[in-house]
């Protein structure tokens, strides 16, 4: 029997048990605890992983903070290395 033919055999299953009276509302009795329980169990992993990804977006913004206060550093490092090298090869009013 092919996965397909025993899924719709359940199903079928399924549907007949639940028109039998009184089934229906065993089932629902039954299952409302478990719902609960899931969705409760989800919210609770929901809130979690919303607090994880937060956390890791602080962290990657205080990481992008400190490579560009590096790259600002370094930029500023060259501009002065740059100014200093053109200041000793230019010809100034005292080396003219």
Not at 70 to 83: K, Q, S
Request: glycine share 12%; hydrophobic share 50%.
């Amino acid at each position: 029997m092919s996965g397909r033919g025993f899924v719709l055999g359940a199903a079928a299953a399924a549907a007949g048990l639940l028109l039998v009276p009184g089934v229906a509302a065993a089932v629902a009795r039954a299952g409302r605890p478990v719902v609960r329980a899931a969705m409760k169990t989800g919210a609770t992993a929901f809130d979690e992983f919303r607090k994880a990804g937060a956390e890791a977006y602080e962290h990657f913004e205080d990481m992008a903070a400190e490579v560009r206060a590096e790259m600002g550093g370094a930029a500023d490092e060259a501009g002065t290395a740059e100014d200093t090298a053109q200041a000793d090869t230019a010809p100034g009013p005292e080396r003219a």
